[in-house]
């Protein structure tokens, strides 16, 4: 079983609309949780991070985040055509450990 | 900003080569990390260091070394480069995870013919 789980997509939404991305992660003892955005040709760069149970906002984004289920998704409201790329979870396993553990990453078009 | 800078950006060398891929960060970060990243199969750790001397392997350290001289350098080293090491190479920094996750530098695509 793959550590960190996403659906590689492509997932389609057209712009204005909600994208929602999904996560899962084995290990339950995980303590933080970050969505990188990775246009391609480019590098991943840090869009949220999260480590209690619920919700955190930034922007159109918000990062939602369910212990006792393992997972966490990120939704990006009033979707921009800019907002195509893939959207890799990344999580942490363990207090104290610096490594991060990646999925495969979700593509996300938005269609205008 | 954090700004981790990665030698090269496209680099294509031959098989049985010695390959140096170099990473600076500036912002005294005491961790970093290199990575590969391949379609369908995501990132993988290929090694990280804590502190300055400090390595450890990561998931795929096979056919690397590293070096870690100077707390801002980090250098991934390719002892014998082979077709199978083509890939896309991220260098990236943190300070703690905590809030801020990793930095990365703007990657090296590596080919070997």
């Known amino acids: 079983q793959k550590e960190v789980e996403q659906n590689s997509g492509p997932l389609s939404v057209p712009e204005g609309a909600i994208a929602s991305l999904n996560c899962t992660y084995s290990?339950?003892?995980?303590?933080?949780f970050f969505w990188y955005r990775q246009y391609s040709g480019k590098s991943p760069e840090l869009i949220m991070s999260?480590?209690?149970?619920g919700d955190k906002e930034d922007g159109r984004f918000t990062a939602q985040l369910n212990k006792a289920s393992q997972y966490v998704s990120l939704l990006i409201r009033d979707s921009q055509p800019s907002d195509s790329a893939t959207y890799l979870c990344a999580v942490n396993p363990y207090f104290g450990n610096e490594k991060l553990t990646f999925g495969t990453g979700t593509r996300l078009t938005i269609i205008p | 900003d954090v700004k981790v800078t990665q030698s090269s950006r496209y680099l294509v060398k031959r098989t049985g080569e010695k390959v140096f891929l170099e990473c600076v960060q500036d912002m005294d970060h005491e961790n970093m990390f290199w990575y590969r990243q391949d379609p369908g199969l995501g990132l993988r750790l290929i090694y990280f260091?804590?502190?300055?001397?400090?390595?450890e392997k990561g998931d795929i350290p096979e056919g690397y070394s590293v070096s870690r001289e100077k707390k801002e350098r980090f250098s991934l080293i390719l002892e014998s480069a082979s077709t199978n090491q083509t890939s896309m190479y991220l260098c990236?920094?943190?300070?703690?995870?905590?809030?801020?996750?990793?930095?990365f530098g703007s990657g090296t695509r590596l080919t070997v013919v």
């Open positions: 999260i480590y209690s149970n």
């Open positions: 990236a920094s943190s300070l703690a995870l905590g809030a801020y996750g990793y930095t």
């Open positions: 260091s804590y502190d300055v001397k400090m390595k």
């Open positions: 290990d339950r003892g995980s303590q933080s």
